[in-house]
């Protein structure tokens, strides 16, 4: 789509909002503000009516004791037992080619075709990440007909910690 036409859709797509909106009368703030108040009161009447079988299947909540991971006898027993017991979680890991922002009028421009620019450079170095948390670098390679991606860089686990506080 050419620069030039965006005018012509703002236009028409302002001309399709008056039209909806043509005849439909706006409530003033005051109103608005009026009902929303009443709807939180409403709402905390609702949440304050508490009844006798929910108060009393509170009370039935019972304790458990976890036994202390870290009191065993030897420091390699405590991280055999540590690191066996989260081997098997599982991660998501995604791979990041670049980001941008486009405001929603652009967005909703977007049909099949369309080229978004992002803001990494052709050759740049990919982002791994594992559950949001950035891991490594690398780059994109294909193996058996799939994509895959061979890690450049690992950040150090020290890195990590550093950026977890």
Wanted: no cysteine; aromatic share 2%.
């Amino acid at each position: 789509m050419a620069e030039d036409d965006t005018p012509d859709l703002e236009q028409e797509t302002q001309g399709q909002v008056d039209s909806v909106l043509d005849g439909v009368e706006l409530p003033d703030d005051e109103a608005v503000e009026d009902e929303w108040a009443s709807a939180m009161a409403e709402q905390l009447d609702i949440e304050n009516e508490v009844s006798e079988p929910e108060i009393d299947a509170i009370s039935d909540v019972q304790t458990v004791d976890i036994p202390d991971l870290e009191s065993s006898s030897s420091a390699d027993d405590d991280l055999k037992v540590d690191l066996d017991m989260i081997l098997d979680i599982p991660v998501t890991i995604s791979m990041e080619i670049g980001r941008t922002k486009i405001n929603i009028r652009n967005l909703l421009q977007l049909n099949q075709g369309s080229v978004v620019e992002l803001d990494r450079f052709a050759g740049e170095p990919l982002d791994v990440f594992v559950n949001g948390t950035l891991i490594a670098h690398g780059e994109v390679v294909v193996v058996n007909e799939k994509f895959g991606i061979r890690l450049t860089d690992v950040i150090s686990a020290n890195e990590r910690i550093k950026k977890l506080k």
